[in-house]
C-alpha cells in the first residue's frame, strides 16, 4: 500500500491509483444503488431510505423503543437530525414518542403500527430490489464472500467512528 502512496506525483497518476480507483467504484456503486433503491422504497412505500433504515432499527430494537441518543449513532446522526427525521416520522405516523420505563424524564422512540405495517411492506420490496440489483450482476459464487467483506469493512469504519457523547 505504501508503494501506492509514492507513486503518486501527478493528478494523472493519482487519477489512476488503483485504490484510489477502487474506492471510487464502490461509492460510485453505493451512490448509484442508494439512488435506484431509495426512489423505489419512495415511489412504491412514501418513505425515504433513511426512514426505511430507522424503521429497521427500530424493529430490531423492539419495545419499548429507543432513545433519540440511540437512533442517532445508529444512523451517525447528530440528535438533532434524529429529531427532525423522528419529527418527520412521527408526523406520518410511522413512529411515536413514549416514556421510558427506565427514566421518568426520558423519552423513547417506537414503531406505530402503521410503521411495523410499512416496515414489512418495504422490507418486502427492498429484498426484491436488493436482489435485482446488487445480487443478481454478481457470480453466484462471489456473492456470499462480498456480503461478509461488506460486513467486515462496515463494522471496521463504525469502529474508528467517534461515539456521541
Known amino acids: 500500500m505504501d508503494e501506492q502512496a509514492e507513486e503518486i506525483s501527478s493528478p494523472r497518476e493519482a487519477a489512476n491509483n488503483a485504490l484510489v480507483l477502487a474506492f471510487g467504484r464502490l461509492q460510485g456503486a453505493a451512490n448509484r444503488l442508494e439512488y435506484i433503491l431509495g426512489r ?10 433513511l426512514m426505511f433504515e430507522v424503521l429497521l432499527i427500530l424493529g430490531r430494537a423492539g419495545e419499548p423503543g429507543l432513545s433519540m441518543r440511540a437512533v ?18 412521527e408526523a406520518a405516523g410511522l413512529v411515536e414518542r413514549a416514556e421510558d420505563p427506565d427514566d421518568r ?27 435485482r440489483y446488487f445480487l443478481d450482476p454478481l457470480p453466484a459464487e462471489h456473492r456470499e464472500r462480498f456480503a461478509e467483506d461488506l460486513r467486515i469493512l462496515s463494522h471496521s469504519a463504525r469502529d474508528v467512528l467517534p461515539r456521541l457523547p
Open 72 to 89: 442517532a449513532q445508529e444512523q451517525v446522526l447528530t440528535t438533532g437530525g434524529a429529531t427532525r427525521l423522528v419529527d418527520r416520522m
Open 105 to 131: 424524564r426520558g423519552r423513547l422512540v417506537r414503531l406505530t403500527p402503521f410503521g411495523e405495517e410499512t416496515a414489512v411492506r418495504a422490507s418486502r420490496l427492498h429484498v426484491e430490489n436488493i436482489r
Open 40 to 49: 423505489s422504497l419512495e415511489q412504491e412505500c412514501g418513505i425515504t431510505h
